[in-house]
Structure formats: C-alpha cells, structure tokens
C-alpha cells in the first residue's frame, strides 16, 4: 500500500513543526509538503498532490482554510481550535457534499481523549461539575477546544443539568464561563503546556478527572494516528475518539 501524502499547514509554529516530525517518523506516511502565512493553500495542496492536510495555524483563519482543503477533495485534519459550532456544521455538510471524510480535534493526546471520555461517562452520575483548564501563556483563544468539547460531552450525557444557585460575583468573571450549562476557568501561565481538570461533586464527595501535557510530544501519536486513519471516514467528525478504535 502506497505511503498517505500528507501536508502541514502552519508548519512554522510549535505544533506544526510537531506535526512534521510526527508524520515523518510514521511508517506509512509521507510528508508531501508544508506551507505557512503567506503561501497559497490550495496551489501547495495541488503541486503536492496531497491526500491529508494537517491544519496548525490560528483561530482567524482555520475556517477558511478548512474550506480550502475540502473544495480541493483533500481529508483535513484539523487541530487549531477556534471552530464555532455554526462553522462546524458548515464544514460537515461541506464534507458530506464532497464525499470526504476528515477529522476536527481539540486534543491528539491519547490521555486527554480518555479525560473526555471518562468525563462523559461520570456526567451520567454526577451532574454538579466545573472545569478547569491550563495552557502556556501564548495561547490566544480561551477556553481551549478541549474544554468546550469536555462542556459538550458531558450536556450530552448529563441527565439534567443541577439547579441554578442564587449565588452572585462581586466582581464580574468570578465563577468563569458558562458554556452548555458548565463552568470553565482559564488560565494562562508560563511554564504551562496543556493541562485540564474536570471537577465533579456529589453529596459529601469529589471526583477529579485531570490530564496533563508536560510536553508537545504527547501530540505526536494522535496526530499519526488521525492521518493514518482520516482517509477510511466517510464524513468530518469532530474528536479524535472516532479513530481510536481503528488502531
């Protein structure tokens, strides 16, 4: 079976740099190419021929770039977060007319896949919950996408979400966002990578769900994983859970 050509879009940032390592020490990838700010998308996606797009680049410019790659009938995989659940839609359907599958996620690393995951499920239980999320000081979006889709796991599973409290905040912001009913703290710190805690409470308990990114490199398998398995997807599917199983 031929190697899937696969291209990096924002190669020149932190994660894109990642990505390229990534998809060059994966057997049965090849890195086609990579382009950054400046550089026609869809002309490197056709003088490279690419099957995959990875997309690292930033908030203001990934939904554009998304429909780039779909309208050249190429599988994207998208980790830059940023994505309105109105732009989703518009990609799945975008997706859906062209065929394609493709992948949109908040966090490759396979622990953080599972912290969703195990919160999901206590969501069915347990349905006072907050979270609280950690990056390193330069990221500019907040709350992350890992947070939001966390938020979005657990409204799907939760039963009902707990009575609203007549608490108030002396000073505006105090108790975080609310986003599907959930609570979610931002912080940005140097010296942090990529952190989450998922906080749920029951009468006279606490459950902690927490994953923690010392590095990059936890990216590095997910995002193998995602090229090696986008090309069998029928349609764009948001989180990198759909794949897990296919390895």
Same mark, same amino acid.
Not at 172 to 177: S, T
Not at 232 to 243: I, N, T
């Given at each position: ?9 924002? /190669? ?8 390229? *390592?990534?998809?060059?020490?994966? %057997?049965?990838? !090849?890195?086609?190419? @990579? $382009? ?8 490197? &996606?056709?003088? #490279? =021929? ?10 203001? $410019?990934? +939904? *554009?770039? /998304? ?26 359907? =975008? $997706? ?11 966090? +490759? ?8 995951? +195990?919160?999901?499920?206590? /969501? ?5 919950? *907050?979270?609280?999320?950690? !990056? ?5 979006? @907040? ?6 889709? #966390? ?15 007549? %608490? ?27 952190? =989450?805690?998922? &906080?749920?409470?029951?009468?006279? %308990?606490?459950?902690?769900?927490? !994953? ?6 936890? +990216? ?16 764009? !599917?948001?989180?990198? %859970? ?6």
């Amino acid at each position: 079976m031929p190697d899937i050509q696969v291209l990096v879009n924002g /190669a020149k940032g932190k994660m894109g740099r990642i990505a390229m *390592e990534s998809i060059e020490q994966t %057997e049965n990838l !090849h890195l086609a190419g @990579s $382009c950054d700010l400046h550089d026609d998308l869809s002309s490197v &996606i056709q003088q #490279t =021929q690419a099957q995959v797009v990875v997309d690292f680049t930033n908030a203001s $410019c990934v +939904f *554009e770039n /998304a429909k780039t790659i779909i309208n050249a009938g190429v599988s994207p995989v998208i980790g830059t977060s940023g994505l309105s659940q109105e732009q989703i839609g518009s990609l799945q359907e =975008q $997706c859906h007319q062209h065929k394609l599958g493709g992948l949109i996620v908040p966090n +490759f690393a396979m622990g953080a896949v599972l912290m969703m995951q +195990f919160a999901r499920q206590a /969501a069915r239980h347990l349905s006072h919950v *907050e979270i609280i999320e950690l !990056h390193h000081n330069q990221k500019l979006d @907040s709350p992350s996408g890992t947070a939001a889709k #966390t938020a979005e796991l657990i409204a799907q599973s939760r039963q009902k979400p707990p009575k609203k409290s007549r %608490e108030y905040e002396t000073h505006r912001g105090a108790r975080g966002a609310s986003y599907q009913k959930v609570p979610i703290h931002s912080v940005r710190l140097p010296g942090l990578v990529a952190h =989450q805690e998922v &906080i749920f409470g029951g009468v006279g %308990e606490t459950l902690t769900i927490r !994953h923690d990114s010392m590095s990059r490199e936890s +990216f590095m398998s997910g995002i193998a994983l995602a090229c090696q398995h986008v090309l069998k997807l029928s349609q764009l !599917h948001y989180g990198l %859970e759909h794949v897990l199983d296919m390895a």
